[in-house]
């Protein structure tokens, strides 16, 4: 079920179920046959949301099934269409209320709800049984065959490069809405010489829609003849107000903020509002120390903030689609967002293999569902890093950018590709090139790596001819490791490498963007080429603290 975000006012509640729940790990899979179901006996005290591994003691490596359970009394909600709503729930989520099975959802980062057919006055239990478990027919995988993967072993056994962190990471809804009431928006925006054009369409249970943006009420396309648009140094966002009447009164109402602009590719280019625009940022992870990969709105005005002053106009949601208050807050600073989907390190054996496009295709559908009205939203990735050179990838990626196109016209598709002669790249609309030069690729070698960074693009510009950004570049650097001429690992390695490949990329007009690898360390499962189980290719710590690459890159985007 597909249900609009969340918001309280006259004639709808959203009632956040977060807070301390309750959670017991089920190893030998017996919840289901001794009725957890119904309530989860003996279960100890947990966060939601939050990712279980660091909260409690000596589950670090637990993924699951685990069985969560909330005790809760209904708000006053008589007479409304009901709902729960899950921000995110990694990996499999099973849901009863009161004994009753709700449904299922399967994947992390994305949004799913269920309608609540009966809610009793109080002592509601709610009980989800959640499996992080890594599989190779999951979406990201695990336990992959060794030629369809990086061969870098790590334990858990993710074959990406992020702790496979698992729980009830985001807000957890009751949500009422009024019978028959606004079901769904798009709003989309479009440019006519200087003036704007705002469509708006609204699916309903029936009676007139009422629009007004601002507080002025206005029908259905809109036109401005001298818009504000929304753009990084004037990140302009508008009211749009809709009400919903019968019968001469008002039966609902749902409130956006609109953000006015377009964003397109022409030949190398990538504009925005018509004007070409430069991207420079980061790969960002939702990850922080206790939390996880629970969401954080504190955490991420942070991170944004910091994003602001260091003079980044951008991000790409690195693996998966962020929390939906991040995003409130990109829009509201104006930050162009790369929104990537879950489908991290796919890879295209024959066994499996619809199940995992399966997979990806509903992540892009229920990405675009959720994030199609953000202005910040400038393209959608449909994948990073697939395992390109099995047979199957080039049409099974080009079915997952054909689909994001179909169902959204206004932004270009794109995945996060790191492979030369990649089969899919004739499907995306821009280049989105992950490199590592004086890293993976030629380690300590400064010079070499660059001249070999500045081949491979003039290499796969030759062949594509269509804009690059690169999503992903960068050194690890231990915070305060220092070494003098620069060396791996240092900080003064780290600074060094990725001004150079900035310089190498400011040569290349078709380089139309650069985003840093990554904006902060962050946990990893345990391999021998990750130190304390963490990457530290960020530029601030784990904790937010400036790295020296962090001091330079201000220096060098805000002059
Ligand atoms: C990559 C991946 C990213 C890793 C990064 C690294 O290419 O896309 O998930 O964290 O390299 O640091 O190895």
Known sequence: MWLLRPQTNRFRVAHDLSGVWAIRFDPDDVGRAAGWSAGVPDAAPIAVPGSWNDQLVGVRDELGPAWYELRFDAPPVDGFDLALRFGSVNYIAEVW???EPLGSHEGGHLPFAFPVPSLRDVGNALVVRVDGRLAADRVPPGLVPLEHRHPREFFPPAAFDFFPFAGIHRKVELVATPPGGIADVRVRTELDGGAAILHVEVAHGGGEVELALDGAHFEAP????RPRLWRPDDPHLAALAIQLRREGTTVDRYELSVGLRTIAVDGERLLLNGEPIELRGFGRHEDFPVLGRGASAAVAARDLHLMRDLGANSFRTAHYPHDEETLDLADRLGLL??????AVALFFAPEGLERRQELSR???????????????VMAWSVANEPHAHDAAAGAALAELCDLARALDPTRPVTYASHETDDPGLSAVDFLCLNRYPAWYVLPGELELGMAALAADLDAVHARHRKPIVLTEFGADALPGAHADPPAMWSEEYQAELIGRVLDTAAERPFVVGAHVWTFA????????????ATNFKGVFTRDRRPKLAAHALRRRWRA
């Open 222 to 225: 809109l036109r401005l003849e």
């Open 97 to 99: 209320l009161n004994g």
């Open 362 to 376: 509903s992540y892009v559908e229920e990405l675009v569902a959720r994030d199609r009205n953000r202005a910040c």
């Open 521 to 532: 360390d962050f946990a990893t499962a345990q391999a021998e080429h990750r130190p304390h």
């Open 337 to 342: 967002v790369i929104a990537e989907t879950p």
